[in-house]
């Protein structure tokens, strides 16, 4: 069989910030990969929306590019899947049109639902069942809070999907989820199914006709439409898989398990994403009734999470500092400009000189605790700190931002799989291991989502017997050394976490004071303390 003839699986993987397309053939190895970035809109209220149909353009952009590199490609493809960001809202209508812009899951305007949902007496029963904080990045809280404040937007809609759920719905015509998305925002991650328990705690029996069949996009495909093969220039009836959610599937790509051997992987992106694979019936429910149960595409294992909410989106905020000073003084800069420098920078600072909690996104932080008033700060500066202490600060603050999310899940674990380009940084990855105060392991793998949603397609056509015939081909080849933490650094960062932990407690009724509204000029109480 010459390369011309080699069948391929397309992934693709619609992120907040890029969609991608990523062609792969059989032994796992990627063939080719287009991308085109996603854009999203901002506003003063707390509000993060995205454009449904620029959506799916984009996402067809993606695929007829990737036909620009790879001869015969849809000849050649024997099954497409698809995953995309996890949570957030994208409400569909009559003739499958969208319900305005798609809210995502760095939208914050559910705060004052979810405190109001977390203060409920069902809100313990509801954890138990999901394995799930409540937060306003998820569906539930989002839908809960539209039927409070936008109802005509639900009595509009006919089905409540997310993003790879509205890409697959283009894809094939077919309105489905996964057991993934279903099972953490709606279900019981034990039976992977809804949960009545848990839509009526959310205070949506009225609306649960918007919530979508289940599909297992790792035993299950539907066709590739007419219209959409007409759009794309894949060939009509291609098999195409509904993946997991863009967490787990990344985590699959990575390693978070391979055979045998349940292990642990963080994914340092615009989000910080630290998981651990386990057996269903071993999950860890805390006290604080936060983090994730999402299951994964092997039987009866899930992956138990804790999420910070920004992970790089912290590295990009400080650079971008520098690339605005810089264009301040008559040069040209961007943030990412500043990348090559940041070894630099590491070399020449010291560790645990500054304390950093890496909290930047407007929507406050969901793990290893709920606050949507969390935010970002430096503690401990001085006239003697130089802007190469601020970022050692920062990639410190992420590694112990992780140590504080394994915690909550129980023990360290003895080989955390890293992924995300931030990761192939030796100086990050050795800051991060010490942080966290155990081994890791580079995968391999650059694409790590899109290559677990072509897993299960893979799976899916019969293309491997089990998820651990692929595992075995696709991922554990692809991982690289163990690497241990240095011991002194580990212990110095064990020290610092210690004070990381019992700062950020302490600044909770700062953050509160804080996110309080500023008062109105005309209001009484202002002009009598002016005037004092």
């Known amino acids: 069989m010459t390369l011309l003839q080699e069948p391929l699986i397309i992934g693709i993987d619609s992120g907040t910030s890029i969609v991608k397309a990523v062609a ?79 809210w995502l899951w760095l939208d914050a305007r559910a705060a004052g639902t979810v405190r109001t949902l977390r203060g409920s007496p069902a809100e313990r029963a509801r954890y138990v069942a999901t394995g799930t904080g409540l937060s306003t990045c998820q569906q539930g809280a989002q839908l809960a809070h539209m039927l409070r404040t936008a109802p ?73 439409s007419a219209a959409a093969a007409t759009a794309t220039g894949l060939l009509q009836g291609t098999p195409v898989s509904l993946g997991f959610m863009d967490i787990v599937s990344t985590g699959l790509g990575a390693g978070v398990y391979t055979r045998g051997q349940p292990a642990a992987c963080t994914v340092t992106g615009s989000t910080g994403i630290h998981m651990k694979a386990v057996h269903f019936s071993e999950f860890l429910l ?24 920004a992970a790089t989106l912290n590295i990009d905020w ?27 920078w590491l070399q020449s600072s010291q560790p645990a000189r500054l304390l950093y909690h890496p909290y930047i996104s407007e929507a406050g932080e969901r793990g290893p605790f709920i606050n949507a008033a969390a935010r970002a700060s430096f503690i401990g500066l001085s006239q003697n700190h130089h802007f190469a202490d601020l970022v050692r600060a920062v990639i410190e603050g992420l590694g112990l931002a992780a140590r504080d999310c394994y915690t909550a899940m129980g023990t360290i674990p003895a080989d955390i799989r890293l992924s995300g380009g931030a990761t192939r940084s030796g ?19 650059a694409e790590a989502g899109a290559a677990g949603s072509a897993m299960m397609a893979a799976v899916a056509i019969g293309a491997f017997a089990s998820m651990d015939d692929c595992l075995d081909v696709w991922v554990t080849p692809r991982l ?53």
């Open 24 to 102: 792969f053939d059989l032994t796992g190895e990627q063939v080719g990969m287009a991308s085109r970035l996603n854009h999203y809109e901002l506003a003063g209220d707390g509000a993060a929306t995205q454009s449904m149909g620029q959506s799916w353009a984009d996402c067809v952009a993606t695929l007829q590019a990737l036909a620009e590199q790879i001869p015969d490609l849809a000849r050649r493809t024997i099954a497409v899947s698809v995953t995309g960001q996890g949570d957030g809202t994208w409400l569909v209508g009559r003739d499958n049109a969208p319900v305005g812009d798609a």
């Open 152 to 224: 005509d937007l639900l009595e509009k809609a006919e089905v409540a999907l997310h993003c790879k759920d509205w890409l697959f719905l283009n894809l094939t015509g077919v309105r489905a989820t996964d057991p993934s998305e279903a099972s953490l925002t709606f279900g019981d991650f034990r039976t992977r199914r809804y949960d009545d328990f848990v839509i009526d705690a959310l205070g949506l029996r009225s609306v649960n006709r918007l919530l979508p069949p289940i599909v297992d996009g790792a035993t299950q495909t539907f066709p590739l």
């Open 286 to 309: 805390n006290d604080s009734n936060t983090g994730y149960a999402i299951v994964l595409p092997v039987p009866d294992l899930v992956a138990q999470i804790q999420s910070n909410m």
């Open 318 to 344: 400080v650079l971008s500092l520098a690339a605005e000073i810089a264009n301040g003084a008559g040069t040209s800069f961007q943030a990412s400009d500043f990348v090559p420098r940041i070894e630099g």
């Open 427 to 445: 100086s990050l990855r050795e800051i991060l291991s010490a942080a966290i105060g155990a081994p890791v392991r580079l995968s391999g793998r």
């Open 480 to 532: 690289g050394a163990l690497e241990h933490p240095d011991p002194a650094l580990a212990a110095t960062y064990a020290a610092h976490f210690e004070t990381y932990q019992r700062a950020r407690i302490g600044l909770e009724p700062v953050w509160d004071a804080l996110s309080a509204p500023f008062p109105h000029p005309n209001d009484r109480w202002h002009h009598e303390r002016l005037r004092a």
